[in-house]
């Protein structure tokens, strides 16, 4: 059975930073890219990062490259993101995402790329 568990979100004032984690209970972990989206109310999923499989290749969008960096451990079958310089808009639900095995990256960005979802953390920035 295929399980992602985030964790580490939480509130935090604008400017800080906090850590996500992702384990991932699913076979050839390290054959997935992983990615992380962000959900705030009333509002589309919106990608922030993925990662390949090796952990090599990243991919961060505009809206918070600079702040927020993705990495994995695949000897823990694990993905993290690291968020800095928060901001009240960084307020969402952060989800964790696996893609199928050796899936070519193309729309790596998009929610449909993605086979496996995580139930996701809350993140609260106030300002």
């Known amino acids: 059975q295929v399980q992602l568990v985030e964790s580490g979100g939480g509130l935090v004032q604008a400017g800080g930073s906090l850590r996500l984690s992702c384990a991932a209970s699913?076979?050839?972990?390290?054959?997935?890219?992983m990615g992380w989206f962000r959900q705030a109310p009333g509002k589309e999923r919106e990608f922030v990062a993925a990662?390949?499989?090796?952990?090599?290749?990243?991919y961060i969008p505009d809206s918070v490259k600079g702040r927020f960096t993705i990495s994995r451990d695949n000897a823990k079958n694990a993905v993290y993101l690291q968020m800095s310089s928060l901001k009240s808009e960084d307020t969402a639900v952060y989800y964790c995402?696996?893609?199928?095995?050796?899936?070519?990256?193309?729309?790596?960005?998009?929610?449909?790329?993605?086979?496996?979802w995580g139930q996701g953390t809350q993140v609260t920035v106030s300002s």
């Open positions: 995402a696996a893609a199928a095995p050796y899936k070519p990256a193309a729309n790596y960005n998009s929610v449909g790329h993605y086979d496996y």
């Open positions: 699913v076979s050839a972990f390290s054959s997935r890219r």
């Open positions: 990662i390949s499989f090796s952990g090599t290749v990243t």
